[in-house]
């Protein structure tokens, strides 16, 4: 029994020398008879928790039953009764020790096999034999982690079989297997999962640029084409009543290629919002399936990373050059002036160019317009040549002599002292670089080129796959696919780097008071870049990319 029970519901607290009124609740004889004080001029009185009336007031009588009940229970004690919400639900995980309507547990343990409520689980905290316990988070999952065969809690995960398996599985059929503590299995599998989200995040972000910049390619589109619509119109209605029928002709003409090519975008644009709200949604799950506490449940929910990967990228989409209606404004212009000849002749048709979705924008004229685009670029320690020491939140790369303690890793230059951006770049993005000692290459490259080796597959600016321009106290050279172009500008210790992605322009600049162009390249990228620089190897000699602001 609670205090809840024999609690008046006009003061909440226990009843003091109770009566009862004649709907059958019970009230503090001096509760009740304050309230009804209060309605006395109202001729008519009520129960506050059913509003039975009553007319005349009821005489109150002691409720002697009662009176005993609740001085007994005084003297035997009473338990708070719980919250409703402290009582286990349908998708609550249920204490396994509470009788009677169970409460929620707070902790499960993964040795007993057994949830807890507060109460329940308090042995585990004080008790030595159990202090060792591993308590996690409720589980309604636990005895997925008894071995169906023998009835033993699995600990141990079998990497030849890829399944979890208990110590008497290890002496039987998984015998000579290669197996690991679930524990150890965990923390390895932790660190695929986390690169996997970082590529899902990193998809993300490229889907997001993508459907910003094909909204922007909508609205261009519809601009170009009202633009062409309004000078076409006006051509037209210079010329005689005998073209009007072909004036109404193109602008049809316009309107459905118009059309067409908007939806293309839109079509594109959906297609990416869709690929980005499942990204996001694998993206959640795999944050959740990270925080489980439970091993077991981790390497048995654990999606293989083969499987993340296989979903194309956001930037498979190819998109190629814009053209828009210039060709239809040029094309009726020229009608104009030959429009006599034409007409002796059979007529031609005018022809539209297919309109092509890319949003192409002049190059900033301003250091602000360029900063408008400003990337802050961090070094990836797994492609850094040992000697190169990273620095200021893997910003700065110093030439050393002694070898860094790096991990041994497959993306890592092993001869040039060179190291990549970890950000890929696209769209249009602006950094820059400063740069100490006796030189260094400044470069945006390809992901793909090699690392290992001495080759020029390998060197920044000597190869297909890269772009480069030297920087040291003589002067500025340019380098691509071993080809070296001579550079003119003003020396500077800082390098700004301005990219277009798409539009294919790679541009290098002296940075001081103002901003000299030094190289400008156009090129078509079929990738995604990545910045990256290349040091002499000259002790202290530095490169730090600069957060612009």
């Known amino acids: 029994m609670d205090q809840e029970t024999f609690s008046c519901s006009i003061c909440l607290d226990l009843l003091k020398d109770p009566v009862t009124i004649p709907c059958g609740h019970s009230y503090c004889r001096n509760c ?13 009185h009520s129960c506050p928790q059913c509003r039975t009336k009553f007319i005349p007031r009821p005489v109150l009588g002691k409720n002697t039953m009662l009176a005993a009940l609740v001085e007994e229970l005084k003297k035997t004690g009473l338990q708070a009764a719980p919250a409703d919400h402290c009582y286990a639900g349908p998708e609550d995980v249920a204490c396994d020790f509470c009788s009677g309507r169970k409460l929620k547990a707070i902790k499960s343990c993964l ?9 329940h689980l308090q042995p585990h905290y004080d008790a030595p034999a159990l202090k060792k316990h591993k308590l ?8 997925e982690n008894i071995c169906p065969r023998h009835d033993e809690v699995m600990k141990i995960f079998c990497r030849t079989d890829q399944q979890s398996i208990c110590y008497l599985c290890l002496m039987g059929e998984h015998k000579g297997h290669e197996t690991v503590l679930a524990a150890a299995e965990r923390t390895e599998k932790q660190k695929e999962l986390e690169v996997s989200q970082q590529q899902i995040q990193q998809r993300i972000q490229v889907g997001e640029k993508y459907v910003k910049l094909l909204q922007q390619e909508v609205k261009a589109i519809n601009q170009s084409a009202d633009k062409t619509v309004e000078h076409s119109e006006k051509i037209f209605t210079e010329l005689v009543r005998v073209i009007q029928k072909r004036s109404s002709e193109v602008k049809q003409q316009i309107r459905s290629q118009q059309e067409t090519e908007v ?22 799950e795999l944050q959740q399936l990270s925080h489980t506490e ?29 053209r828009y209606f210039e060709d239809v404004t040029a094309a009726v212009s020229e009608l104009r002036e030959k429009l006599q000849d034409i007409l002796r002749e059979k007529w031609t048709n005018i022809s539209l160019t297919e309109v092509d979705v890319l949003l192409q924008e002049p190059e900033p ?35 050393v002599n002694q070898q860094q303690s790096y991990s041994s890793h497959p993306d890592r230059f092993t001869y040039w002292f060179q190291v990549l951006s970890r950000e890929s770049l696209t769209g249009r993005c602006y950094w820059e670089v400063e740069w100490g000692g006796r030189g260094l290459f400044v470069a945006v490259t390809y992901k793909n080129i090699s690392r290992a080796g001495d080759s020029h597959e390998c060197l920044f600016g000597f190869n297909h796959k890269s772009w480069s321009l030297c920087c040291d106290t003589d002067g500025y050279r340019f380098y691509h696919n071993k080809v070296q172009t001579p550079v003119s500008g003003p020396q500077s210790s800082r390098i700004g780097v301005y990219l277009d992605h798409r539009a294919g322009i790679l ?16 090129a078509s990228f079929t990738q995604p870049l990545h910045a990256g620089v290349l040091l002499f190897n000259y002790v202290g000699d530095t490169a730090e990319f600069i957060k612009v602001k």
């Open 111 to 119: 040795v007993c096999l057994a949830s807890y409520c507060e109460k």
């Open 365 to 399: 004229e301003t250091r602000a317009g360029f900063l408008k685009y400003s990337r802050e670029i961090t070094l990836d320690p797994n492609t850094a040549h040992t000697q190169l020491l990273l620095s200021e939140g893997n910003r700065k790369a110093t030439f």
């Open 32 to 44: 009740i008879k304050a309230h009804w004080d209060v309605e006395d001029q109202k001729r008519m």
């Open 507 to 522: 541009s290098f600049y002296s940075v001081s008071e103002t901003m000299t162009l030094l190289h400008r390249v156009q």
């Open 136 to 143: 996690i988070d409720p589980s309604k999952n636990l005895q």
């Open 294 to 322: 439970d091993h077991i449940q981790f390497l048995q929910n654990c999606p293989s990373v083969s499987a993340l990967r296989e979903s194309t990228p956001s930037s498979s989409f190819n998109i190629r050059p814009l």
């Open 263 to 284: 939806s293309r975008a839109k079509e594109l644009q959906k297609k990416l919002e869709q690929e980005i709200t499942e990204l996001k949604r694998k993206d959640a």
